[in-house]
């Protein structure tokens, strides 16, 4: 197989396509196997996604005689009979015995997948009849806002369906050399953060949801919907996301920069903030703001604005980011009221914290820490001991 993946991949292959056949030399006899990839990628990039595909096939495929692996974009197979054709080979028995092995497979895979259709939906319809009884309550505190809106607003240009792109999780493990620690940014409240690469080179931040957080499928799709849809200078940009084998994953445009607490924090990295480069921060996380509250599709309420939530570009300008816990507001509505505080203490305003009421206030509130934090270098809620006397930050 890597030899079909070299001649796939050669120069003079133009059509990114190689099929070969085996002789193991022992009871087996002969085996056939094809690998190709779509025009649309270099070679470089076939060989890659080629090549990844192959490390999986040792723990995946080890006790098969046959299999096949592939992508949106590249495809792997490997048979106990010659199933391609070759020009110059007698197929005719090879063929009849392909077609009538490939028909047998339909059907048995047909009525597997029909039966167990069946089956998932009639448990699916008992559980959730289940559920509904019981769970009312928390399931209309659950939905996402997306939800709740575009099913009052079919068809509307302001409808919150994102045409997002996804990511194949086999190009992100890559990217990533498997969630190695090497290429970790950070640990977020969500889950780890890993600094990974697009097919076309281009650098971006990987966001993993952990299996162990308290992050959900609905704070998941939150920040999908939102950040898709909420286009802003001083918002980041998604590029993607992966949901596959159980994995969450939130493709961003990376920040070289890191957060602002990074900086902020930090004794030594604090020097560098100048008092122009503090106020150009503080102007950009007032413009993001402004548009969240104001200038956007819906009225969007953050609910988790902090240092850590900031992230800095290569100019050091600011990007509001993490919308897991946001909610936008329908017209005319003021305010809210939530039994799941969900948020930074320290960060929330104190409505919100005792009663469990937002609204665009509550993000002002943030706001007025953060901008505190930004001019004296402290962080909120931490003690801080002067020549003099005991300094505290509330």
Not at 122 to 143: H, M, P, T, V, W
Not at 276 to 298: C, F, K
């Amino acid at each position: 197989m890597p030899n079909l993946i070299k001649n796939a991949t050669a120069e003079s292959n133009l059509m990114m396509y190689a099929t070969g056949e085996f002789n193991s030399g022992g009871p087996l006899g002969e085996r056939y196997g094809l690998v190709q990839c779509t025009l649309d990628l270099t070679r470089e990039q076939c060989s890659q996604c080629l090549n990844a595909m192959l490390d999986q096939v040792p723990k995946r495929c080890a006790a098969k005689v046959e299999w096949m692996v592939g992508s949106p974009s590249c495809l792997m197979k490997y048979e106990d009979y010659m199933f391609y054709n070759s020009p110059g080979s007698s197929l005719l028995n090879s063929a009849k015995k392909s077609r009538i092995k490939t028909k047998t497979l339909i059907i048995i895979i047909v009525s597997v997948l029909v039966a167990v259709a069946l089956l998932s939906s009639g448990f699916y319809f008992l559980r959730q009849r289940k559920n509904k009884l019981n769970n009312d309550a928390l399931l209309l505190e659950s939905i996402p806002i997306s939800m709740c809106y575009n099913s009052q607003s079919q068809g509307d240009e302001d409808s919150l369906n994102a045409d997002l792109p996804t990511v194949p999780l086999i190009w992100i493990r890559q990217s990533t050399n498997n969630f190695s620690d090497c290429c970790k940014l950070g640990e977020g409240g969500f889950g780890p953060v890993y600094k990974g690469s697009l097919q076309d080179g281009t650098e971006v931040a990987i966001k993993r949801l952990s299996k162990a957080s308290g992050q959900g499928l609905v704070e998941f799709m939150n920040e999908v919907i939102f950040i898709a849809k909420l286009q802003h200078r001083n918002l980041v940009r998604l590029l993607g996301c992966c949901v596959e084998n159980n994995e969450k994953l939130l493709v961003y445009e990376y920040m070289s920069n890191s957060s602002l607490a990074f900086h902020l924090f930090d004794e030594e990295r604090r020097k560098k903030l100048n008092w122009r480069l503090r106020l150009n921060i503080i102007n950009g996380l007032a413009r993001g703001i402004l548009y969240l509250h104001e200038d956007s599709r819906l009225r969007v309420i953050h609910r988790d604005l902090k240092a850590s939530n900031v992230l800095l570009d290569d100019d050091m300008n600011p990007k509001i980011s993490d919308f897991g816990l946001a909610r936008a507001f329908e017209k005319g509505q003021n305010q809210e009221n939530t039994t799941r505080v969900m948020g930074t203490y320290g960060y929330m305003a104190p409505e919100y914290a005792m009663e469990g009421l937002y609204s665009v206030k509550s993000d002002v509130f943030s706001f007025g820490v953060l901008l505190l934090e930004i001019i004296s270098g402290k962080r909120n809620g931490g003690f801080y001991l002067s020549e003099h006397e005991l300094e505290t930050m509330v």
